[in-house]
């Protein structure tokens, strides 16, 4: 079973950048067949694809959060990583890294891990 673990701070200052490393277990980030995305969900709201990267490297960015967001990965560690920057309090969500079949805010997503708290605040 593939398995996904986010990592990170969870307390970041504001205007300053959130970075998250999300770790795979299972399954390579270099495997052609799958995206590898980022999706937050705020306190109270539902959920919102920020982002995701493909075996390639290629990125592709919700349009709301692209000027803000970068995506890569380390095929040497099996990981992908999220950089937010310019954060403010309305970041502050609990933070999912997720296997998609595609690029896109609406892909099927079929594995994920268990989220991580991050509360941006001075």
């Known amino acids: 079973q593939v398995q996904l673990q986010e990592s990170g701070p969870g307390l970041v200052k504001p205007s300053q950048i959130l970075s998250l490393n999300c770790t795979v277990f299972g399954a390579s980030v270099a495997t052609n067949y799958y995206y590898w995305t980022w999706v937050r969900q705020p306190p109270g709201k539902g959920l919102e694809w920020m982002g995701a990267i493909g075996y390639s490297g290629k990125t592709y960015y919700s349009p709301s959060l692209k000027s803000r967001t970068s995506i890569s990965r380390d095929t040497s560690k099996n990981q992908f990583t999220l950089q937010l920057s310019s954060v403010t309090p309305e970041d502050t969500a609990v933070y999912y890294c997720?296997?998609?079949?595609?690029?896109?805010?609406?892909?099927?997503?079929?594995?994920w891990g268990q989220g991580t708290q991050v509360t941006v605040s001075s």
């Open positions: 997720a296997r998609a079949q595609g690029p896109y805010s609406n892909s099927r997503r079929d594995y």
